[in-house]
T-cell receptor, first 111, second 116 residues
Framework: SQQGEEDPQALSIQEGENATMNCSYKTSINNLQWYRQNSGRGLVHLILIRSNEREKHSGRLRVTLDTSKKSSSLLITASRAADTASYFCATDVVGSEKLVFGKGMKLTVNP | GAVVSQHPSWVICKSGTSVKIECRSLDFQATTMFWYRQFPKQSLMLMATSNEGSKATYEQGVEKDKFLINHASLTLSTLTVTSAHPEDSSFYIC????????????FGPGTRLTVT
């Protein structure tokens, strides 16, 4: 599998439900970030979690990082229709001066 | 703060012509700019990294003669798609970093290129 591969690729839920997206990676990282992209638009930075952190919160977002399993999860609580977008994880790989993006996961929140 | 703009937001051109896309950091100086390409329903793929005043570093498989990148100032980088073909149609996104760090990138809104 690719570095930074999200699972599942598409998720459809009802407003008010929680949405969980997972990301796995292969190499050692300095940090991992989550981005949102509305259709045909640029990226919006959501949250960054460093390699020495295990959990981080920002509003309705909760990110976890398990470096032993090389995986991260993004939880969006009490989802809203406006959360409908594609979500990408991106890893800052040790020794590399670039971000590696995962495949992305399309979230649809139905009103 | 940390706003990055791209111009144009969309462009349609004919095969064989060249198209220039601009990426500007509006409120900070960008020592490093990155250019990405995104196909429909796919992820971002890094094309090249450019540092102000030096030649861009291209990723493997990206033709440097086809995708010309110029980073002439600390606030402007340009990507020129030369002799465009329909397969070059894509969404091009730039990002900028004031620190040069990969993790600290501010992304532009993207440019949709359609080659007919």
């Amino acid at each position: 599998s690719q570095q930074g591969e999200e699972d599942p690729q598409a998720l459809s839920i009802q407003e008010g439900e929680n949405a969980t997206m997972n990301c796995s990676y292969k190499t050692s990282i300095n940090n991992l970030q989550w981005y949102r992209q509305n259709s045909g638009r640029g990226l919006v930075h959501l949250i960054l979690i460093r390699s020495n952190e295990r959990e981080k919160h920002s509003g309705r977002l909760r990110v976890t990082l398990d470096t032993s399993k090389k995986s991260s999860s993004l939880l969006i609580t009490a989802s809203r229709a406006a959360d409908t977008a594609s979500y990408f994880c991106a890893t800052d790989v040790v020794g590399s001066e670039k971000l590696v993006f995962g495949k992305g996961m399309k979230l649809t929140v139905n009103p | 703060g940390a706003v990055v703009s791209q111009h144009p937001s969309w462009v349609i051109c004919k095969s064989g012509t060249s198209v220039k896309i601009e990426c500007r950091s509006l409120d900070f100086q960008a020592t490093t700019m990155f250019w990405y390409r995104q196909f429909p329903k796919q992820s971002l793929m890094l094309m090249a990294t450019s540092n102000e005043g030096s030649k861009a570093t291209y990723e493997q498989g990206v033709e440097k003669d086809k995708f010309l990148i110029n980073h002439a100032s600390l606030t402007l980088s340009t990507l020129t798609v030369t002799s465009a073909h329909p397969e070059d149609s894509s969404f091009y996104i730039c990002s900028a970093s004031s620190s040069g760090s990969a993790y600290e990138q501010y992304f532009g809104p993207g440019t949709r290129l359609t080659v007919t």
